[in-house]
């Protein structure tokens, strides 16, 4: 016989550790945010940056300065420097020279997915990323987190097990049979101006359970339910983000059918991409089978991004021409590469786009956002093909 034995593990080890993950996660966020505070956008940016952004020269904002059109640049109490605009600040100016890019009251707001069945490949990364570029550009811009795991919810600061309530705060009283109207009471506003959340934490996931339940008797109601909700506030925003669960399940279909915009992030490895191509085909699948139960549901448009890509990895070279070659028109340009910025950014619950002081100064960081900057460039520019009131401007610009 093996001398070699093993306790068993039970039922009161699994809480313990359980429970000692969970003073991890507290002793993380100790370490992040200060007792009771609330997270804040330190980012500041100079004349020259608010001239860009605004799209309006800096003498034209001097000069509104100067005859109370805008409030007095703020200064530092003790250098008298200027301390820099804030995004408020710039969203001011936009509001008072009409330079905001929103859409026409006539243009459908754009719902889109940053979906792929597998986990890891960087939803929520993308997600975070891409709404906080929109955010910078003026955009009105809502956040829906549709996965119990609440990544997205704790980069825009919460703590999802203590400032998030299940019952009250996310979308699962409007999952449950007999739930509010609309979804206007799940909004709330972020730290970021012009981004709104809809937060999540763990208790989202037994929508799972009463949606496959229910699914027997009133599949329309489950399929659709995201969809009427997004209905329902979708005339706030320009651009709402569905960032979903990592599983092919009720909500992550209820987001297929609720976006009218794909987005399919996926790392240029073998098994992300098995997966990928895994996930497409489960979802056309699943949405012809759908279409017969709800209608069938087209997308303004879907994109693979590659994510997480390694330049100096020949496989991830080499997986990313095939893709290319295999998808030549539904791949985007841009690539959101690999990068330390984004693990080191996580690692203190920011996005890259939040870090301020000397740490923006680095070269890794440059070049992180360039890449993240190209990502939300293209983006942004397929959104706003959708809007018909913006095609004049995209021929100006030479991109229609
Ligand atoms: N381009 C990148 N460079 C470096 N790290 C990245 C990049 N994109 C994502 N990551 C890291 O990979 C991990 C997974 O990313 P993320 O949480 O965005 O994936 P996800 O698809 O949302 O995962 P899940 O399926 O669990 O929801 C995170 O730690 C994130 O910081
Ligand atoms: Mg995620």
């Not at 530092?76 to 605009?85: F, N």
Request: with cysteine; hydrophobic share 40%; net charge negative.
């Amino acid at each position: 016989m093996n001398d070699l034995t093993f306790d068993k593990i039970g039922l009161d080890e699994l809480n313990a550790l359980a429970e000692r993950s969970s003073s991890v996660i507290e002793r993380l966020r100790d370490r992040v945010y200060a007792p009771n505070a609330e997270k804040q956008l330190e980012i500041s940016f100079n004349v020259r940056s608010a001239a860009e952004m605004v799209k309006r020269s800096e003498k034209l904002i001097r000069d509104a300065e100067a005859d109370g059109r805008l409030p007095e640049p703020r200064k530092d109490e003790v250098s008298g420097r200027r301390t820099g605009y804030s995004l408020a600040e710039i969203n001011n100016m936009r509001d008072l020279f009409g330079t905001r890019p929103a859409r026409a009251a006539s243009d459908n707001p754009v719902v889109l997915a940053v979906q792929n069945f597998k986990g890891g490949v960087g939803k929520s990364t993308v997600t975070c990323h891409l709404a906080q570029f929109l955010a910078l550009k003026g955009y009105r811009v809502c956040v829906v987190d549709c996965d119990s795991q609440a990544s997205t919810t704790s980069m825009f600061g919460l703590n999802p097990d203590v400032d998030v309530d299940e019952d009250e705060d996310t979308l699962y009283p409007f999952f449950r049979h007999g739930g509010p109207q609309t979804l206007h009471y799940a909004l709330r506003a972020t730290y970021w101006p012009g981004i709104a959340l809809i937060p999540a934490n763990l208790g989202l996931y037994d929508a799972e359970y009463e949606f496959a339940a229910r699914m027997v008797r009133d599949s329309t109601f489950v399929l659709d339910r995201l969809r009427d909700g997004i209905e329902s506030i979708k005339d706030n925003f320009d651009v709402i983000l569905l960032d979903p669960p990592p599983a092919l399940g009720m909500i992550s279909l209820s987001v297929l059918r609720a976006a009218n915009a794909l987005l399919i992030p996926a790392p240029p490895n073998n098994i992300d991409f098995g997966s990928t191509a895994h996930f497409l085909k489960m979802m056309t699948a699943t949405l012809n089978e759908l279409s017969e139960v709800g209608g069938a549901r087209d997308y303004s448009f879907v994109k693979i991004l590659v994510t997480k890509m390694n330049d100096n990895k020949s496989a991830h070279i080499a997986i990313k021409r095939m893709m290319d070659a295999v998808f030549p028109s539904d791949m985007m340009q841009a690539v959101l590469k690999d990068s330390a910025e984004i693990d080191n950014a996580a690692a203190n619950l920011q996005t890259v786009y939040e870090i301020s002081g000397p740490a923006t100064r680095t070269e890794t960081h440059k070049r992180c956002r360039m890449y993240l900057d190209q990502v939300g460039r293209e983006v942004e520019i397929l959104i706003r093909k959708t809007w018909p009131s913006h095609h004049a401007d995209l021929r100006k610009e030479g991109i229609l």
